[in-house]
């Protein structure tokens, strides 16, 4: 029976790619970092679920990750092909053969989800130099794709759809270039309207951005210690029922 892959994205579990079912047979695809004496080697493996038969199945000296899995296809962003560290997107199957240019678009290093039995798929991509971290929804059949923000002092990322792809749920930046402000958790409509935030999470005030300390919430209360620490990181979103 084929395996069907679980992406792993830097070792951590995306729980939302499926759900376990009768009869079915799963992998585990991960990032694993080469060195490399010329420049960051990212390859991506996978392995059973006990952890057996562990593969390289890009084996390619470029930077590849893996953040989605749909089905039978695993997703990764690469820069094969092109110059260091400018991503975009491949579809391969289980076995990392088959590999396939998606899109033209050019993408950042970020999650992103599908809808529609995979033909549509968000992504966290960039337009030359002045166009980044912005969301489009790209078709996966046609490689087409189609801007759904563009508010160039902010920074989109890690976009997931809800279950029934009608929303979008993603990461907000309100200006990428100040060191002072993190990242929220926000929602929108699928056609990129209707944005709503969802968490708010405390400023970092002047002193604790010098020292690169953040305040660390604890079960809603802000504790008098000051953990120096990065918080407030967003990575993963995933929806459950």
């Known amino acids: 029976m084929k395996a069907i892959p679980v992406a792993l994205g830097l070792m951590l579990f995306t729980a939302n790619c499926f759900s376990q079912s009768k009869g079915k047979s799963y992998q585990i695809a991960y990032n694993v970092h080469i060195p490399d004496k010329v420049r960051g080697n990212y390859e991506i493996f996978t392995m059973e ?33 092109t110059t260091y560290r400018a991503y975009f997107l491949y579809e391969s199957d289980s076995d990392g053969k088959s590999i396939k240019k998606v899109s033209n678009l050019q993408l950042e290093d970020s999650w992103m989800s599908s809808r529609n039995n995979g033909t549509e798929m968000v992504v966290t991509g960039r337009i030359g130099k002045g166009i980044r971290s912005q969301l489009f929804i790209v078709n996966t059949k046609t490689g087409t794709y189609k801007q759904l923000t563009n508010d160039t002092a902010a920074k989109y990322g890690d976009p997931c759809f809800s279950p029934d792809g009608k929303q979008i749920a993603y990461s907000y930046q309100k200006n990428k270039r100040d060191r002072a402000t993190h990242e929220e958790l926000f929602i929108m409509n699928a056609d990129g309207t209707g944005a709503k935030q969802l968490t708010q999470f405390p400023e970092i005030t002047h002193q604790q951005k010098n020292m690169d300390i953040r305040p660390v919430q604890q079960n809603g209360i802000l504790p008098k210690i000051l953990l120096p620490m990065f918080h407030y990181k967003m990575a993963g979103i995933i929806f459950l029922r």
């Open 49 to 81: 679920m006990d952890g057996t038969n562990k593969k390289n199945i890009t084996n390619n000296p470029d930077v590849a990750w893996t953040y989605y899995a749909y089905k039978k296809k695993l997703y990764f962003v690469s820069d094969r092909d």
